[in-house]
């Protein structure tokens, strides 16, 4: 039978509201029951499972071994622990995902360099995903992927995709593997339409504001544009990603 906790100040209370808040531990927070069954059906193991105590009747939809220890919470608990006003009533603390990526001949993978806003990298997370991308590496000073609003806008995708860091280990390896990195700046590159997408393919988001970091422009290949019609100046960092991942997965498929 699961423990019940009813207590605002439990210490069990106060580990998932740190882990959902700070994340600076090797263990992370996710709460909402779709993370939760993402991060399930994506083979990972709950350390432990939070569910409100009037949503217990859902234990009987998830898999025996889903988590190693079950708590349920009274309402007013388990608001204490969680982020959002409306809470779904269920959290959970898991380990943060470590997935191995070595760089290989015919790789597509974004480089999220120095992105600030956690829903642009959670999209970007999840487009990466949906276009066929081999990972997402992180150059120093990006946004955690495993803040809370980059996991909801990366709906899942973040418990399955890389996310390795960009160092210059990675750099090294990409370019053993002829890797063409190719920076997106909002004008005077090439056509993204007209290069050729179908190698093995680095493709680099720079900051909202900044864009792509001097020191990725000075090793990438080639500065890529998006052709557009219309008066905007530049477009958002996860739109212009997307498109960009898409454009590449046409390339390589049709």
């Known amino acids: 039978m699961p423990e019940r906790i009813t207590s605002r100040t439990n210490a069990r ?17 996710i709460e909402g029951f779709h993370l939760v069954r993402e991060a399930i059906a994506s083979g990972l193991q709950l350390d432990t499972l939070y569910l409100r105590e009037d949503l217990a009747h859902l234990l009987r939809d998830l898999p025996e071994d889903a988590a190693r220890e079950v708590l349920l919470l009274s309402p007013d608990a388990f608001q204490a622990a969680t982020e959002t006003e409306n809470a779904q009533g269920a959290a959970a603390l898991l380990e943060r995902p470590e997935l191995p990526y070595a760089p290989r001949t015919g790789d597509l993978i974004l480089i999220a360099d120095g992105l600030q806003d956690p829903g642009n990298l959670g999209t970007l997370i999840r487009s990466a995903e949906a276009f066929g991308a081999s990972a997402v590496a992180l150059t120093p000073g990006t946004v955690d992927p495993w803040n809370g609003k ?5 709906a899942g995708a973040a418990f399955r ?12 390896a990409l370019k053993a593997v002829d890797s063409q990195l190719l920076a997106a700046v909002a004008k005077d590159g090439e056509a993204a339409h007209a290069t050729d997408l179908r190698g093995t393919i680095a493709l680099v988001i720079g900051n909202e504001g900044a864009g792509v970091s001097r020191r990725m422009l000075s090793i990438c290949d080639k500065q890529i544009t998006l052709a557009t019609t219309g008066p905007t100046e530049s477009l958002n960092a996860a739109v212009a990603g997307s498109l960009l991942l898409y454009e590449a997965s046409q390339q390589r498929n049709f």
């Open 13 to 29: 209370v106060k580990a998932l509201r740190t882990a959902l808040t700070t994340r600076k531990s090797d263990h992370i927070g």
């Open 150 to 154: 980059c996991l909801r806008a990366a």
């Open 161 to 172: 995709v890389p996310l390795p860091r960009c160092d210059n280990a990675l750099i090294q």
